[in-house]
Nanobody
Framework: VQLQASGGGLVQPGGSLRLSCAAS????????MGWYRQAPGKQRELVAT???????SFADSVKGRFTISRDNAKNSVYLQMNSLKPEDTAVYYC??????????????WGQGTQVTVSS
């Protein structure tokens, strides 16, 4: 079981990026899916999450600029980031709570994708 994230890159302030993350392997169920980020010298922080029913929640710093969505048929979660600011620069990690072999719920993390906002 693994999460594969993609979509990071370099963007100018005010620009947009869309991150994608897909879970693969033997998965029997998915609860929450979300995105975290970690900037240099800082702790990893929650950016946005969505429940299995699609109810989203966001960090205050990204409200109104980021949206999160998921496609349960594809075991995927997406983060649309608009009006990006230099302070959004970080490595972004996707996270999912998955029901896997042994009928246990476990947290999984993607490999991280770099987002750099700079002119």
């Amino acid at each position: 079981v693994q999460l594969q994230a993609s979509g990071g890159g370099l963007v100018q302030p005010g620009g947009s990026l869309r991150l994608s993350c897909a879970a693969s392997g033997t998965i029997f169920g998915i609860k929450a899916m979300g995105w975290y980020r970690q900037a240099p010298g800082k702790q990893r922080e929650l950016v946005a999450t969505t429940t299995s029913g699609g109810s989203p929640s966001f960090a205050d710093s990204v409200k109104g600029r980021f949206t999160i969505s998921r496609d349960n048929a594809k075991n995927s979660v997406y983060l649309q980031m608009n009006s990006l600011k230099p302070e959004d620069t970080a490595v972004y990690y996707c996270n999912a709570n998955l029901l896997v072999r042994g009928w246990t719920w476990n947290d999984y993390w993607g490999q991280g994708t770099q987002v750099t906002v700079s002119s």
